[in-house]
């Protein structure tokens, strides 16, 4: 595709989100979760590439399951996933007051008792449920939280994610010099949230069981924590009836023994388990399009943590 046709694209889909963010903040948040969830299923209509990719996803995840239930599945995902895109819309367009009103918290004691520890906190989850929302709410009831992000390949719409993302006091850290930043984050006591689903082409990958399958999965995570000492805590975020949110933080992640082979290899698939226990329970809200299995050569020389890969240490 030429760059004219790219940047046309690009300013098609901004105009079309400008004009998103200028009609929801007027409409119901159940209206605003329907109609976004009509949107999601125009797009599995329509989108035969990425319908194809999740039902091979699912065939593998659940192999019991029949045809007829994994296309349900696929219908459910994308509707989900355009419901998100015009909730998060809507919820950035709250009061603080609002976006309080519209959530419950469940384990925040667990997030508070790790803070007490002093060693900062490092909190994951997946392209799940209603991961933005929480991250803006949690802002506004515990501190801000610095988030480790991959940046949108369309500018325009990268810069309004950001200010939603950036709305409650969070920060959004790229690619280049990620590691020292995190690092200076935890040293004082600070929260830093990774997603840890996403396939990742680099030397910083550890391979890990998802599905009972290998996943190239991000290492920063685990060789973060065991670097620092900060708690690992997994958080989810589940839709509610009538607009709302249930935002949940497990209980932290058990750490490997110091004298664990592979102690990084292991935290990252502790971590994973957590992810997949969560999937497994509401797999409409996972990201099943996302090619998360490749054939890659899982023998590929690994880094848990360096300063000379930084700039792929997103998630």
Not at 52 to 70: H, I, K, M, V
Not at 92 to 107: D, H, N, P, T
Not at 144 to 160: K, Q
Request: proline share 5%; glycine share 6%; aromatic share 10%.
């Amino acid at each position: 595709m030429s760059d004219f046709f790219v940047a046309c694209r690009y300013r098609f889909e901004s105009a079309m989100a400008t004009s998103v963010r200028w009609i929801v903040p007027y409409v119901p948040m159940t209206a605003v979760r329907a109609f976004g969830r009509t949107a999601g299923l125009l797009a599995y209509a329509a989108d035969g590439r990425r319908r194809r990719t999740a039902l091979e996803n699912l065939g593998y995840a659940f192999p019991g399951r029949s045809e007829q239930a994994r296309r349900a599945l696929v219908r459910a995902m994308f509707a989900h996933f355009g419901a998100l895109l015009f909730e998060l819309i809507k919820f950035g367009s709250y009061s603080r007051e609002q976006m309080l009103a519209a959530s419950e918290v469940e384990g925040e004691e667990r997030l508070r008792q790790a803070q007490a520890q002093g060693r900062g906190i490092l909190i994951f989850t997946g392209h799940f449920g209603y991961w933005e929302l929480l991250a803006m709410a949690h802002a506004l009831r515990m501190a801000p939280m610095t988030v480790l992000a991959r940046p949108l390949d369309n500018p325009y719409l990268h810069a309004a994610l950001e200010e939603i993302r950036t709305s409650t006091g969070n920060a959004v850290i790229y690619r280049q010099g990620a590691v020292r930043r995190i690092l200076r984050n935890l040293a004082g006591g600070g929260i830093v949230g990774v997603l840890i689903d996403q396939h990742l082409h680099s030397t910083d990958a550890v391979f890990v069981e998802f599905f009972r399958r290998p996943a190239a999965t991000t290492s920063a995570l685990a060789a973060l924590a065991l670097r620092t000492g900060a708690p690992v805590i997994p958080v989810f975020a589940l839709p509610l009836a009538h607009g709302r949110y249930r935002f949940i933080y497990e209980h932290p992640v058990d750490p490997p023994r110091a004298d664990t082979p592979d102690a990084v290899r292991e935290f990252t698939q502790r971590c994973t388990d957590v992810l997949e226990m969560y999937v497994r329970r509401h797999p409409e809200l996972w990201m099943w399009m996302h090619r998360r299995w490749r054939d890659l050569d899982a023998s590929a020389g690994q880094s848990p943590l360096g300063e000379r890969s930084d700039a792929e240490t997103d998630a």
